[in-house]
């Protein structure tokens, strides 16, 4: 953990709780996920609960208790992306990669998440491949993507 970097951040603000989130992307971004240690740390020192950061950590899809691998897909279920095919989609990723939601693949390359909304509702089904958003998706659209990576 880089407690430097992390007070460095917490000083930018005036009030420590709002540095939680900056804090969160930080960490998330340096270690690819919140450690237990982090928590514990950021409880401390912005005087919030330790099950409160959990609750960020846990709502929010991009930040993971677990190491992600390379590339992170998340998979939209929201209900416009439902009903344009999510299913189709996420069973192309699941025969593409080898893997179920919730899981990553062996080489250390990709994790498969299903997330509640990514906000692209205009462009069902949806998905985003680390910060990239990619939508009106197709199973053929989906394998050419996964080969780009």
């Known amino acids: 953990m880089k407690k430097e970097k992390l007070n460095q951040?917490?000083?930018?603000?005036?009030?420590?709780?709002?540095?939680?989130?900056?804090?969160?992307h930080f960490i998330q971004e340096e270690e690819g996920k919140i450690s237990e240690e982090v928590m514990n740390f950021l409880a401390e020192k912005?005087?919030?609960?330790?099950?409160?950061?959990?609750?960020?950590?846990?709502?929010?899809?991009?930040?993971s208790l677990e190491k992600q691998n390379k590339y992170v897909i998340r998979v939209c279920a929201?209900?416009?992306?439902?009903?344009?095919?999510?299913?189709?989609?996420?069973?192309?990723?699941?025969?593409?990669?080898?893997?179920?939601?919730?899981?990553?693949?062996?080489?250390?390359?990709?994790?498969l998440e299903e997330v509640s909304c990514l906000g692209l509702c205009d462009q069902a089904p949806a998905m985003m491949i680390n910060d990239r958003e990619y939508g009106n998706l197709s199973g053929d659209k989906v394998k050419e993507i996964i080969k780009s990576c």
Request: glycine share 6%.
């Open 78 to 111: 929201s209900l416009s992306c439902y009903l344009n095919g999510t299913n189709k989609i996420i069973e192309t990723l699941k025969e593409v990669l080898g893997i179920k939601i919730g899981e990553s693949t062996p080489d250390g390359k990709f994790t």
């Open 46 to 63: 912005l005087d919030i609960p330790r099950v409160e950061i959990y609750s960020v950590v846990s709502f929010y899809s991009m930040f």
């Open 9 to 24: 951040i917490m000083e930018k603000f005036e009030n420590k709780q709002q540095a939680l989130l900056p804090c969160l």
